[in-house]
């Protein structure tokens, strides 16, 4: 089945620093990766769309110049978090989409827990 | 606005017994549904879906139900385990988009 691997899964960094997080499809190729962010008791929010190849499409609020997303190969997307601040802690998952599978094609990575202090 | 709600924050249910989760969507235009099971610090993963031409979807102990008029679906799992306990995010689609809208879940915890 396909699979996502998502880089690390936990990190920890000091206030002001970048982060970046990899999101890789394993054994599929996927045009396009999903970021979301998930609070604590709350529902996976999506922050942007990345496409391989293009500027990824950000959802309204989030911050594209403090949310960073390169999409720079059919199995690779990264999101960097620049500049980070403790309200960035959060857990953080990527998704890729296979190009022949359809709607069921959504594979989630693991998650990358984020705390920043 | 939320396009997709559990309005249930938790549900606890004995283990054996039936555990049904209830997901409802305001959205029209949503024509593929999908329940995905989550455990902590860990990703969703994909548990069952449904497409809007049916109403309903079983695999083995989940089965999906789905009623268009009432925009609602609901997720029964029977017989409920242990190991069901868990988070479940309903998430829905339409045949035009390529973005899953998540609700919000719901805590299932199956007391043995």
């Known amino acids: 089945g396909a699979v996502v691997s998502q880089h690390p899964s936990w990190v920890i960094c000091k206030s002001g620093t970048s982060v970046k997080i990899e999101c890789r499809s394993l054994d599929f190729q996927a045009t396009t990766m999903f970021w979301y962010r998930q609070f604590p008791k709350q529902s996976l929010m999506l922050m942007a769309t990345?496409?391989?190849?293009?500027?990824?499409?950000?959802e309204q609020g989030v911050e594209k110049d403090k949310f960073l997303i390169n999409h720079a190969s059919l199995t690779l997307s990264t999101l960097t978090v620049t500049s980070a601040h403790p309200e960035d802690s959060s857990f953080y998952i990527c998704?890729?989409?296979?190009?022949?599978?359809?709607?069921?094609?959504?594979?989630f990575g693991s998650g990358t827990r984020l705390t920043v202090v | 606005d939320q396009q997709v709600k559990q309005n249930s924050p938790s549900l606890s249910v004995q283990e054996g017994r039936i555990s049904i989760l209830n997901c409802d969507y305001t959205?029209?235009?949503?024509?593929?549904f999908l329940w995905y099971k989550k455990y902590p610090a860990e990703g969703p993963t994909f548990l069952i879906s449904?497409?809007?031409?049916?109403d309903k979807n079983e695999d083995g102990r989940f089965t999906v139900f789905l009623n268009k008029s009432a925009k609602h679906l609901s997720l029964h799992i029977v017989p409920s385990q242990p190991g069901d306990s868990a988070v479940y995010f309903c998430?829905?689609?339409?045949?035009?988009?390529?973005?899953?809208?998540f609700g919000a879940g719901t805590i299932l915890r199956v007391k043995s």
């Open positions: 998704s890729a989409r296979d190009l022949f599978r359809t709607v069921y094609g959504y594979t």
């Open positions: 990345s496409n391989e190849g293009s500027k990824a499409t950000y």
């Open positions: 998430a829905a689609i339409s045949e035009y988009g390529n973005k899953l809208v």
């Open positions: 959205n029209s235009m949503f024509d593929y």
């Open positions: 449904i497409s809007s031409i049916k």
